[in-house]
């Protein structure tokens, strides 16, 4: 489910070309791991694509309620949700065609990974992606 290769085609390949990250759970509050991890990525050169219904918006881009409600397809799904949230989220994507999901590292369900998996979507599970940028491709970790 973590194999190195699929954790590098979720962060941009070889190229290292930024990619769209849709996340999930993404708190306009700056002391909330989710928005201190988002600015990382963000200053990185990834675009952020807040999905919150409770926000209108987070680190200068529009929030959006639900995964159907995007109004383009993400290269990545990040989740900063609790486990019981994952496979709402899972059937989501299935739904849309949406091909990549991560989730969060301290976050795990291991059926709904299956079932992800199972659907042709790769899965990273438990793993932060700012950790697996940092080790990647070695730049500084700059939290905002």
């Known amino acids: 489910m973590n194999e190195p290769d699929v954790i590098l085609n979720m962060l941009g390949g070889p190229e290292r070309q930024p990619r769209t990250l849709a996340v999930v759970g993404l708190s306009d509050d700056p002391t909330r791991p989710s928005h201190s991890v988002s600015a990382y990525m963000q200053s990185n050169g990834y675009r952020i694509i807040p999905v919150n219904p409770s926000a209108v918006q987070v680190l200068g881009e529009r929030a959006y309620p639900t995964l159907s409600d995007l ?8 989740v900063f949700r609790l486990p019981r949230y994952i496979p709402g989220i899972v059937d989501e994507m299935i739904e849309l065609g949406f091909e990549n999901l991560w989730v969060q590292l301290g976050i795990v369900n291991e059926p709904a990974a299956i079932k992800a998996q199972q659907a042709g979507i790769c899965v990273v599970m438990d793993r932060c992606v700012l950790i697996e940028h940092h080790r990647l491709f070695g730049r500084s970790v700059r939290v905002a």
Do not use: G, L, M
Request: net charge negative; glycine share 0%; proline share 25%.
């Open 71 to 78: 109004p383009e397809r993400p290269d990545v799904v990040n």
